[in-house]
């Protein structure tokens, strides 16, 4: 069984910095691209970034160089360090097992996670 656990959301001000963790269990998650999906409240599912088996990154346009995926298959784990964030960027962040891009249907299901909420307010 697919399990996904995010931590490390919660309260910062704009311009502050937040690091995301996904503790990946139930399958082999070295061979597996991951992704990261944000829901702000009242709108839809959006891609935010994407990192293949082999480490190749991908990111949604607004991100605009302001974060930063990563992985650690020794400890079977998914990060994203959020950077500059803004009050645009407040939603429930979902670690996903699979590749997406902003073109994606994104709908939720077994492969993903149950979210952490990061609120970016002075």
């Known amino acids: 069984e697919v399990q996904l656990v995010e931590s490390g959301g919660g309260l910062v001000q704009p311009g502050g910095s937040l690091r995301l963790s996904c503790a990946a269990s139930?399958?082999?998650?070295?061979?597996?691209?991951m992704t990261w999906v944000r829901q702000a409240p009242g709108k839809g599912l959006e891609w935010v970034s994407s990192?293949?088996?082999?480490?190749?990154?991908s990111y949604g346009d607004f991100v605009k160089g302001r974060f930063s995926i990563s992985r650690d298959n020794a400890k079977n784990t998914l990060s994203l360090q959020l950077n500059s964030l803004n009050p645009e960027d407040t939603a429930m962040y979902y670690c996903?097992?699979?590749?997406?891009?902003?073109?994606?249907?994104?709908?939720?299901?077994?492969?993903w996670g149950q979210g952490t909420q990061v609120t970016v307010s002075s």
């Open positions: 990192i293949s088996a082999g480490g190749l990154t």
């Open positions: 139930g399958f082999t998650f070295k061979l597996s691209s």
């Open positions: 996903v097992r699979g590749h997406y891009t902003e073109k994606s249907d994104l709908r939720r299901g077994p492969n």
